[in-house]
């Protein structure tokens, strides 16, 4: 049986997630920040050693699928390590980026400097009929005024052109004439509509700006990753997860698609689990040092988004939702001094400093610091004893900033702290929950991230959920969701349609434009070596009306109208998904968005033997923990020694290098034929 | 092709910015901090010292991480007068934790031929090489990285053994070849920090300051062809020199390089006025060690001290190596005392 490997790269860690020949191989190595590929190919290496072959070639031969997330993208935004970027847009309309008056465009200033954007005259009508196209010589004298003031990259945005590309082509032509691709002096022009067929100007901006700023770095990565595993034997491209769930070869990505496909990975991840164990909604927490990270899958499937902001720039495209919220590990404990109340965040002592028991000058108390004092972390095996934490400096700074002015002794102020924060996250999560029209009885937790293990089971009971299920594999979660992933294909085209059951011209619009991006569709997957009849579509329509306030999108399952019956039978669903309670006359159908999908997924999970209810074998001793006021002594066990059966009844402590989990009095852990476990009440 | 100026106007603001404005001769928005983290930097991540000086994955990780943590305004590729001696053939001895390693051996002493060539491929200078490429590509564009090397007099003492000092102020033959062999080293090694592109190279030499005029002079040919390979390269060298009294710096001042650090009372008080005798040489002005042990107050007070006598030209650094045991708090308040001053 062939192989699949699944690869991750984060900031710290490159994770590995390798499946084949009956046997599933986990490995973790140190990311290479200076070279990614280091780490990419490091991770393959540590896979075939685990697997017993002689080397990555061997491993790399007998492979069919190879799929790779990234936070490449999101790096080099945060290091702002883009080239100097030029925008060039319509006059009148786009000197702010778009951005409606009085209001800022957070992408300038941080993606472009004012002075880089060049503007000209051009315009389209409503329909995108060309009123004025631009005129060659002032396009040529704003080009030339960008490169001048130190532009690498244009990017071509004007107003409406979804509705008609025309104008920002010309622009492209017109360039070109001037600065031939064969010229050393050629500047790369990427047209806004290239990226997104977002009417929205701004947004639409911002996406093009955002990819034509992390081109280069993640060009420059994914072509040698992909080059250096040809070279060592694998035959068939390399994919890239998307942040819309899917995966594509390198040479159909666009940068933008691959900011945050970590954590949509993961989403995939526990879609499947979430299938697999035959939960409706599942709520998924990923506690870190500086947040918490939620993300929700309804009837087995993730919860998707229209919006999102990437460094607080908004964009509006189609992506696996994560939220996050205040509540990581480092977050930091105080006295609000008008109520004398205490408090936990949203400030965060983040990774550097970091919590004041990793002695790096921190020195205000967090979460963190309370949980050491509290017992719940062992001080000489914090990340498996890579750290050693200073629990003397999380006492002291406790004893001084907290329990000093509350008049608590430091145990008490800890356990407030816990609590407080506790309470705060599961008040984000039910808000979080109600927005998704999901009630926390009905929804199970999958609670993920080092500080998850401390943190979902307290939340959980808080907000009223009654399960929380824990991952041995959790560490390399991101890596296993994707292998989730199947080969997709997004497509999508602006339209200006008013839709009603007597206009056949709009029907007729509709189903070609419709068909038109299929045969888009299924072109492309035949490239990805799909044959047609491998291939799924599923479309979907973003369609307004005077009744509903913001356009709705409407999953469609056919992929014509045909005539009234099917325009009904769209506005019908249109009614149902806007929540009005007649369905509207006609809508005015915005944009068409169109997913092929090609399957490839097929994640297996390890599966075990039942070895009875005792977990004795798994035991590595006793720790003294404080709990609700008094000092008790948890039994401690070892994750990773844990068999299929084994119940382990609170209060305990579950271990393991990557995370520490509280079981409490009145609950039991019970691990499953996969190796993970629930937590519920006993 | 776009003029400098502007290029150094896009980077305004980094810290690379500042120390290149610094290293070209122009006024710094405020006065760099330049430190000599290499070891505190280990203890910071928990490391032994011995593990992360033969790892480049370590050496650039413990680095960048401990830049990240204070944000001074260049990272030293590693700071260890024993790694040139070990690549030279002298036998180490690690104390245990995080001790410099120290020389046991002197192979000029025990009268063996010592070959130069390929010299940066030996002991663990190729791993400090591949750091130091890791913490250019990873942090160059942000932060000026500065390859660290031995002074040739301090190399040639660890070569020839303890006397070598007094033998080169005595004129003799001897030992002015092993600074010249020493040099040579020197050289290779700027070539090879050279081509990974450092901003600036440091000698650090803590055998100089002790020397006499005669002795400095004797050393001078092999400081300023170290000086000249960094030129070609368009890096700044910096002369790292202890135990300088005021006569000694004096005359250091005149040397072929582009600036020296210097401790004590002359870097605060005479250093100033000494300045009109080297015009256009850079002043680094030295924390002694005792203040990055000392409380943050102190830290913060002896830093605020030397920002007071900065004039132009002039940056903050330390004596010599921070301190493994140097206080993690006084080295927040001493970053507070830089920032507060340049008021970014």
């Known amino acids: 049986m062939p192989f699949t490997i699944d690869i991750d790269t984060g900031g710290t860690f490159t994770d590995g997630f390798v499946r084949g020949d009956g046997r599933t191989v986990l490995v973790k190595v140190d990311t290479t920040p200076h070279d990614l590929t280091v780490c990419f190919l490091n991770c393959i290496e540590e896979a075939a050693r685990s697997l017993g072959l002689p080397s990555a070639e061997h491993l790399l031969a007998q492979t069919s699928t190879l799929r790779l997330s990234t936070t490449i993208g999101t790096n080099a935004l945060l290091q702002r390590s883009g080239p100097k970027l030029g925008l060039l847009v319509t006059r009148g309309a786009g000197e702010n980026g778009y951005a409606p008056e009085g209001v800022a465009n957070p992408a300038i200033g941080f993606l472009i400097s004012q002075e880089m954007i060049a503007t000209i005259d051009e315009e389209l009508g409503e329909s995108g009929a060309s009123l004025r196209p631009p005129a060659g010589a002032e396009v040529l004298v704003a080009v030339k005024g960008l490169l001048d003031r130190g532009a690498r990259r244009i990017v071509v945005s004007l107003a409406r052109s979804p509705l008609n590309p025309a104008h920002e082509q010309a622009c492209r032509e017109l360039v070109l004439e001037d600065y031939p691709a064969h010229y050393l002096g050629t500047v790369p022009l990427l047209l806004s509509t290239e990226v997104s067929s977002q009417l929205d100007d701004r947004c639409r901006t911002n996406a093009a700006l955002i990819d034509a700023y992390i081109h280069q770095a993640m060009a420059h990565y994914l072509y040698k990753a992909d080059e250096d595993v040809r070279r060592r034997r694998y035959r068939w491209p390399l994919l890239v997860v998307h942040a819309n769930g899917g995966a594509r070869r390198v040479a159909k990505t666009k940068a933008i698609d691959t900011l945050d496909s970590g954590p949509a990975a993961g989403l995939l991840g526990a879609a499947h689990l979430a299938r697999l164990y035959g939960l409706k909604d599942v709520l998924t927490v990923d506690v870190g040092g500086t947040s918490s990270d939620l993300g929700f899958i309804a009837r087995g499937e993730p919860y998707f988004t229209d919006y999102k902001e990437v460094h607080g720039v908004p964009v509006r495209e189609r992506v696996i939702e994560t939220e996050s919220i205040g509540g990581g590990g480092s977050s930091i404990a105080w006295i609000d001094a008008a109520t004398g109340a205490l408090r936990v965040g949203p400030q965060s002592a983040g990774a550097l400093p970091g919590p004041a028991c990793y002695g790096l000058g921190g020195d205000r108390p967090t979460v963190t610091d309370a949980w050491v004092t509290l017992g719940y972390i062992d001080p000489e095996y914090f990340l498996g004893g890579r750290r050693r934490l200073d629990a003397a400096r999380a006492r002291a700074v406790i004893e001084k900033q907290i329990a000093g002015p509350l008049a608590l002794s430091v145990e008490e102020a800890a356990e407030a702290i816990v609590r407080e924060v506790t309470l705060r996250t599961a008040e984000s999560v039910r808000e979080f929950l109600a927005a998704r029209g999901a009630e926390a009885e009905g929804v199970t937790m999958f609670a993920f991230g080092g500080a998850g293990g401390l943190s979902c089971g307290g939340v959980a009971r808080a907000a009223g959920i009654g399960k929380v299920y824990f991952f041995p594999f959790g560490a390399h979660f991101c890596a296993f969701g994707s292998s989730c992933a199947d080969v997709v294909h997004t497509y999508s085209a602006a339209a200006d349609l008013q839709l009603a059951p007597d206009a056949a011209d709009a029907v007729r619009g509709f189903d070609a434009a419709v068909a038109a991006l299929a045969d888009d569709a299924y072109f492309d997957m035949l490239g990805e070596g799909f044959e047609r009849e491998k291939v799924t579509l599923s479309l979907e329509v973003v369609a307004a009306s005077p009744q509903a306030t913001e356009a709705v999108v409407v999953p469609w399952l056919q992929l014509t109208l045909g005539g009234e019956a099917g325009v009904r039978a769209l506005l019908e669903e249109y009614r149902r998904r806007a929540g009005l309670k007649r369905a509207p006359a006609a809508v005015a159908v915005r944009e068409l968005r169109l997913r092929a999908a090609g399957p490839i997924a097929d994640p297996q999970l390890p599966k075990d033997e039942p070895h009875g209810k005792d977990p004795a074998a798994a035991r590595k001793g006793v720790r003294p923990v404080y709990w609700r006021g008094k000092l008790l002594e948890a039994p401690l066990y070892d994750q990773e020694r844990l068999r299929c059966g084994n119940v382990v009844q609170g209060l305990a402590l579950v271990e393991s290098p990557h995370t520490t989990i509280l079981v409490p009095p009145g609950y039991r852990y019970t691990v499953d034929e996969h190796l993970n476990a629930v937590m519920e009440e006993a | ?344």
């Open chain 2, 1 to 344: 092709m776009r003029p400098a100026g502007e290029l150094f106007r896009e980077m305004s603001g980094s810290s690379k910015a500042l120390v290149r404005a610094l290293l070209r001769g122009e006024a710094p928005a405020r006065v760099p901090f330049i430190p000599w983290v290499c070891r505190f930097a280990a203890r910071l991540e928990q490391l032994p010292a011995a593990a992360m000086l033969a790892d480049a994955g370590l050496l650039s990780r413990a680095l960048l991480n401990a830049q990240r943590l204070f944000g001074y305004d260049a990272i030293c590729n590693v700071f260890d007068p024993s790694l040139e001696a070990e690549a030279c053939g002298c036998a180490l001895r690690w104390p245990e934790g995080e001790g410099a390693a120290e020389v046991v051996s002197y192979p000029l002493a025990a009268g063996q031929r010592l070959d130069v060539e390929g010299v940066e491929a030996r002991g663990r200078l190729p791993a400090v090489l591949e750091a130091t490429r890791r913490l250019v590509a990873v942090a160059g564009a942000e932060v000026a990285v500065i390859g660290v090397i031995t002074g040739p007099v301090a190399l040639a003492r660890r070569l020839a053994g303890e006397g070598l000092p007094s033998a080169l102020d005595g004129g003799s033959p001897q030992a002015a070849e092993a600074v010249a062999l020493a040099g040579r080293v020197g050289q290779k090694l700027c070539r090879a920090y050279g081509e990974l592109g450092v901003d600036a190279v440091v000698i650090a030499d803590d055998a100089l300051g002790r020397l006499r005029q005669e002795g400095v002079a004797a050393a001078a040919p092999a400081l300023r062809s170290i000086a000249n390979v960094a030129r070609f390269y368009d890096a700044a060298t910096l002369l790292l020199a202890p135990h300088c009294g005021a006569g000694e710096a004096a005359s250091l001042l005149n040397r072929p390089v582009d600036g020296l650090v210097i401790a004590g009372p002359f870097a605060e008080k005479q250093l100033p006025e000494a300045a009109p005798a080297a015009p256009g040489r850079l002043r680094g002005l030295a924390l002694e060690t005792a203040a990055l042990l000392g409380t943050p107050e102190q830290a913060g007070e002896a830093a605020g001290r030397l920002l007071a006598a900065a004039g132009p030209g002039s940056f903050l650094a330390t004596e010599w190596e921070v301190p493994p045991e140097a206080s993690v708090e006084g080295f927040h308040a001493l970053m507070a005392a830089v920032r507060g001053r340049g008021g970014s």
